[in-house]
């Protein structure tokens, strides 16, 4: 059974940093694509940041320059370092994980940048 565990959230304010990690145990780790996407109240789940097997990442638009992803594979775990944060930045927060056509998210981890 795949199970992602996300820390890292918080309150920060804006201009600050967080660091999310989200840990994953029943899945081959090294062969997926990782990321996170976020969900504010009532908007759609968005693309945050992925991360391919061969370590090719992918941005959203408004995270661009701003956000880092990495992984490490010996650990299961993939991360996200997150500068500059701005109010717009306050969502919940999803690990996704990517293998052989399936996807598995994470329980979710609230993120609040106050102004």
């Known amino acids: 059974q795949v199970q992602l565990v996300e820390s890292g959230g918080g309150l920060v304010q804006a201009g600050g940093s967080l660091r999310l990690s989200c840990a994953a145990s029943g899945v081959v780790f090294s062969i997926a694509t990782v990321g996170w996407y976020r969900q504010a109240p009532g908007k759609q789940r968005d693309l945050v940041a992925t991360?391919?097997?061969?370590?090719?990442?992918n941005y959203g638009d408004s995270v661009k320059g701003r956000f880092t992803i990495s992984r490490h594979n010996a650990k299961n775990t993939v991360y996200l370092q997150m500068n500059s944060l701005k109010p717009e930045d306050t969502a919940v927060y999803y690990c996704?994980?990517?293998?052989?056509?399936?996807?598995?998210w994470g329980q979710g981890t609230q993120v609040t940048v106050s102004s």
């Open positions: 991360i391919s097997s061969g370590g090719i990442t």
């Open positions: 996704y994980v990517g293998l052989l056509l399936k996807d598995y």
